[in-house]
């Protein structure tokens, strides 16, 4: 069996700069912008001069990318899962 030393693997931050979030994601910077530009991408959240991507976002796009849903909800979906959950409670 192969084993992986997670101690090698970055620890990544909860919020990326863009060079970051491209890393993250695997693709050069350039791609990465062009792609958040299109949308194809999560967009970013501005924290006074700086621009940033929450890893979760950034989980859940390629979560959803491998056909995966997460159950780890990023600040704009958690109202829409809560409900969702809710509505399957009372159904």
């Given at each position: 069996?192969?084993?992986?030393d997670?101690?090698?693997?970055p ?44 890893r ?5 796009w ?30």
């Amino acid at each position: 069996m192969l084993m992986t030393d997670l101690s090698r693997l970055p620890d990544w931050p909860a919020r990326m700069k863009s060079a970051d979030a491209a890393d993250y994601m695997g693709v050069s910077l350039t791609k990465f912008l062009t792609g958040v530009k299109t949308g194809y991408y999560p967009q970013p959240i501005k924290d006074g001069g700086n621009t940033l991507w929450h890893r979760a976002s950034l989980d859940d796009w390629l979560a959803r990318e491998r056909g995966e849903v997460l159950d780890t909800p990023t600040h704009k979906t958690w109202g829409n899962r809560r409900n969702a959950r809710a509505r399957q409670t009372s159904a």
